[in-house]
């Protein structure tokens, strides 16, 4: 049908721009039109509504949904689109021309938040430090420590690891990183999974938690 000239509609989940690059390279073969793409961003009533016909969606429950929805990478017309938008339930809006948000992790350093691209399989890959000592930072209170996993676990961090109390393929997913002392109501995994925060709400500490989320194994390594 491209090939004829005809409007088509896809409809696919394309949540992250590595499989969109796919769909995008195979069309190019075929037509060089200009592809339209948009991203549905249902409110809550409509969630309630969707997970109420699903018993495993309801069982794990709207907020496990959003924080799923969260892991969408919003498409950008810089991979090949010519608009992109987004449908709420404020309508359709036109996101072809917002930026993409960078914000520095340290304002001295220039260190800046980067996208890894790894697909789901190279992510089971990472294999995190094995009983090597790395860095520990507590989201909450700023408290940073060299420990291997197991000493980590034993002193009560929450922290991806080896034998920690989540797998090194937890690595550069968001969910909490504290020590000890702190708890998790205070982390951006909760700010974002529980109360349904945007970017634009997270406190200072939260962002750069999750900027340093994003850069993990690499960002822990100690130096020599």
């Known amino acids: 049908m491209l090939a004829q000239g005809k409007d088509v509609i896809m409809e696919h989940t394309l949540y992250k721009a590595t499989r969109r690059k796919e769909y995008l390279e195979a069309f190019r073969t075929v037509t060089d039109e200009p592809i339209d793409i948009y991203v549905m961003q249902p409110s809550d009533e409509r969630l309630l ?12 429950g709207i ?3 959003k924080s799923q929805m969260r892991e969408i990478e919003i498409p ?10 987004v449908v709420n339930d404020k309508g359709i809006q036109d996101w072809s021309s917002n930026p993409v948000e ?12 980067f996208e890894k691209g790894l697909g789901d ?4 890959k990472i294999v995190g430090f094995g009983d090597k000592p790395f860095k520990h930072i507590c989201e909450c209170c700023g408290a940073v420590a060299v420990l291997t996993s197991k000493e980590a676990y034993e002193q009560g961090w929450d922290y991806p690891g080896d034998g920690a109390i989540y ?7 968001l969910s909490p990183r504290t020590c000890g ?8 995994y909760w700010a974002i999974a529980v109360e349904g925060k945007t970017t634009a709400e997270l406190s200072e500490n939260q962002l750069q938690a999750v900027e340093r989320i994003m850069q993990e194994p690499d960002i822990l390594q100690v130096d020599g």
């Open 167 to 173: 797998p090194s393929s937890m690595f550069g997913v």
């Open 121 to 124: 399989e190279e992510k089971r």
């Open 63 to 65: 907020d496990w949904i």
């Open 49 to 60: 509504q969707n997970i109420q016909t699903n018993d495993e969606q309801r069982k794990r």
């Open 181 to 188: 002392n702190c708890g998790i109501t205070e982390t951006a």
């Open 102 to 113: 960078r914000k520095f992790i340290d304002k001295n350093t220039k260190i800046t938040l």
């Open 76 to 85: 950008s017309i810089n991979e090949g689109f010519t608009h992109v938008y």
